[in-house]
């Protein structure tokens, strides 16, 4: 009797989950379907680090496909994912715009610096923005960190995906947006 219920209850909970994701429109964009509206460009601030200079980022790209990575430095499966994509950049930095965003307040000098020494204890090397105020993370539903985002050069979210990746699913996710 016990196992009935508790499938009963995976079962109610995907159903809902499933209802909201249409409910709130989300299911294009989570995937990747052809139909998927455009994401409206957000600029962000980007922070002075290895690969990055202090300055914006516009995402997604105007003239490219995008590929994002959202993490924080107290994230512990942020600093695992750090050399995973230090393999990936290289091998598709020419055809797409590789950044790396963080809800952290870089505005902050303290903050700043504590960004830019994570980023070079972790051997980071490319682009790197803050998202203090969550548009983008918002707009890109971002709920869990690392999330990674693969936008194609018309702007639709072609793949999405929370957690620690592989190089070959993150180039598999990349490569949905080429």
Known sequence: MRRRQVLAGVASTAV???AGLLATG???A???RADAEPVDPVTLPTIDAPGSTAGEVTIPAPDRPTFVDFFATWCSPCEDQMPILADVRPQVDDDVRFVSVTPEDASQDAVAETIAEW???????WLVA????AEL???????????AVAIDDTGRVRWSDSGVHTADELLAGIETAL
């Open 26 to 28: 989300n299911v294009p």
């Open 130 to 133: 803050s998202d203090v105020t």
């Open 16 to 18: 809902l989950g499933g």
């Open 119 to 125: 980023w070079r204890e972790h051997d980071g090397d």
């Open 30 to 32: 989570v995937l990747g």
């Open 137 to 147: 993370t918002s707009t890109l539903n971002v709920g869990y960190y690392p999330t």
